[in-house]
């Protein structure tokens, strides 16, 4: 069982910016680790993802305004956010999965954090 750490989130009001942070436990040599969100009601969604050889996904609802970076020494993801609006908030989730496929669909992650809530308000 791998662990996955997340920190950050918190309440922003719009055009805010916000941190998040998630550190693995895993011993992948070659992995993928993204972020993925889901709002009450809907499904999740991939909003961002990295690999260890520095290939990087972004949904277009974030591209430009999210940026996703990886410490590969400490196994950590973090998720810069900035021009937030009402529509990022949700539940965000950081995954991983061993190998360099790094789809944005959550089939594929074997392990995921417990989550951290994003609000954005008006």
């Known amino acids: 069982q791998v662990q996955l750490v997340e920190s950050g989130g918190g309440s922003v009001q719009t055009g805010g910016s916000l941190t998040l942070s998630c550190k693995s436990q895993s011993d992948y040599s070659a992995y993928c680790m993204g972020w993925f969100r889901q709002a009450p009601g809907m499904e999740r969604e991939g909003v961002a993802s990295?690999?260890?050889?520095?290939?990087?996904n972004y949904a277009h609802s974030v591209e430009g305004r999210f940026t996703i970076t990886l410490d590969n020494a400490e196994k950590t993801v973090t998720l810069q956010m900035t021009g937030l609006n009402p529509e990022d908030t949700a539940m965000y989730y950081c995954a991983t999965k061993t190998g360099w496929y790094c789809p944005l669909q959550i089939d594929p992650y074997d392990y995921w954090g417990q989550g951290t809530q994003v609000t954005v308000s008006s």
């Open positions: 990295i690999t260890n050889n520095r290939k990087i």
